[in-house]
């Protein structure tokens, strides 16, 4: 049977994973977009309706209401929870009792209790949902590689895989509702971390005569290493092709590092978990985020305001 399928949050992340969804759907299927950015939604629709690209049809949706009402499966992608809890407001306004059980899947990363609320609610009206953040960045997105990571009961788990597994290659059932964005929000922290760490450790290598390239050579194949040591390097020229050597453009937006930081303080305060390191960080990641040179940029520039702060 014909499926209509609805994608909400055509952003970095959104648009590649609607684009890597929409092309493996089956060609009879229909797919229902919405942003309030028109010119993304706009773009989506020219980019998969032109003669060459075969595929599911793409539609713009009027409103929220009519992504609920018509579309089996729901994927969204959003930036923060205000943004989800309106969204799913909306849906829910549309979604009358003994309807068929549509399927709710939210990708973005937020807060535990919103995404709780939000999929309780959803439940109670009769639908299922579950909590599927990501990571692999707009890389994973675009090349369809990404870690999906899910909080839900093992039924909707087995409803939503197939759906992720055309976005993304792993998919990890971590336990009950509010569990997938538990597991992202640790991977973040210690991303945040190494992240800062690595910076931290280059600079005062480099400035105590080390060679970059060889102060990272020696820490990828040492115990320090880790991902921005070894792929996302925040020195620039150590790493070819990371943000550091483009003017740390593209990749994981400061601002987004610092939300997934403070959401994972607000996790842990949850659950009396003491964090240590968590009060540092904030305050370097809340000034890089404003600052002039690094606003706008990937997370990575954390070097780039160290060293600006030195002199
Ligand atoms: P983004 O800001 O590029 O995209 C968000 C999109 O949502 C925008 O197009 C925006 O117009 C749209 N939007 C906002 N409010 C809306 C509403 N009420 N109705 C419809 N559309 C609305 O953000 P992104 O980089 O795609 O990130 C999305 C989520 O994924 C965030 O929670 C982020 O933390 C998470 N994430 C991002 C990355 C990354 O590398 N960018 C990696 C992993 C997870």
């Known amino acids: 049977a014909q499926a209509t399928w609805g994608f909400v949050g055509l952003g970095q992340m959104g648009y590649p994973m609607a684009k890597n969804l929409r092309s493996k759907i089956p060609a009879t299927d229909s797919l229902m977009v919405f942003d309030i950015n028109n010119s993304a939604t706009s773009q989506f629709v020219e980019e998969t309706s032109s003669s060459t690209n075969t595929g599911a049809s793409v539609t713009i949706a009027k409103n929220l ?38 399927l709710f899947i939210d990708c973005s990363t937020i807060d535990v209790k919103t995404s709780v609320e939000v999929g309780s609610a959803i439940r109670a009206a009769g639908h299922d949902f579950v909590d599927a953040p990501v990571s692999g960045g707009v890389v994973g997105a675009t090349a369809a590689t990404l870690t999906f990571m899910l909080g839900a009961s093992e039924s909707t788990v087995q409803r939503a895989q197939p759906v992720l597994e055309m976005m993304g290659k792993r998919v990890i059932h971590m336990g009950n509702p509010g569990t997938g964005i538990v597991g992202k929000l640790a991977n973040n922290y210690l991303l945040a971390i190494n992240n800062l760490a690595t910076a931290e450790a280059m600079n005062f290598g480099i ?12 820490i990828n194949c040492s115990t320090g290493r880790c991902w921005p ?47 240590v390191l968590a009060g540092a960080a904030r305050q370097l990641y809340d000034e890089a985020e404003v600052h002039d040179e690094c606003k706008g940029k990937d997370f990575s520039v954390v070097y780039k305001y160290l060293r600006l702060e030195e002199k």
């Not at 992608?77 to 009358?96: G, N, T, W």
Request: zero cysteines.
């Open 65 to 102: 209401q009519d992504v609920a009402r018509v579309s089996d499966t729901v994927l969204t992608m959003l930036p923060q929870p205000a943004h989800v809890k309106a969204v799913y407001d909306e849906f829910l306004s549309a979604l009358s009792d003994g309807a068929v059980s549509r």
């Open 207 to 218: 400035k105590l005569g080390l060679e970059a390239k060889t102060l990272a050579n020696l």
């Open 229 to 275: 040591s070894e792929v996302n390097n925040p020195v620039p020229g150590v790493i070819e092709g990371a943000p550091a050597g483009r003017g740390y453009q593209g990749g994981f937006g400061v601002s987004l590092m610092t939300k997934d930081l403070k959401l994972a303080i607000a996790a842990a305060e949850l659950a009396g978990a003491k964090l």
